[in-house]
Nanobody
């Protein structure tokens, strides 16, 4: 089991930036892939970005490409999500997830370790 703790959410205005962090502990050897998902009220949880331990491969949802950057510090077992040019539609609870996968998968069902979530609210 991998324990994940997110931090860095908050209330910002459109166009601002935020950086989310997710610290992993426990059986981190199982966290080959770490990713970020988000869930807005009344909507399903959706993939935002992910990064693989292997070669640092990354994958992004089309809605955040060019604005969000995911990075991983393997020594610290921490993954970051730098969010720039935030839009009101980015408002959601952001969840960190980890799984023993060969590549970044976009379906939440492929991840078996989840953080508690951190709220990101972007005002217009």
């Amino acid at each position: 089991q991998v324990q994940l703790v997110e931090s860095g959410g908050g209330l910002v205005q459109a166009g601002d930036s935020l950086r989310l962090s997710c610290a992993a502990s426990g059986r981190t050897i199982e966290a080959n892939v770490m990713g970020w998902f988000r869930q807005a009220p009344g909507k399903e949880r959706e993939f935002v970005a992910g990064v693989s331990r292997f070669r640092g491969n990354t994958r992004y949802a089309d809605s955040v490409k060019g604005r969000f950057t995911i990075s991983r510090d393997s020594a610290k077992n921490t993954v970051y999500l730098q969010m720039n040019s935030l839009k009101p539609e980015d408002t959601a609870v952001y969840y960190c997830a980890a799984a023993r996968l060969l590549g970044v998968e976009i379906s939440p069902g492929n991840y078996d370790n989840w953080g508690q979530g951190t709220q990101v609210t972007v005002s217009s």
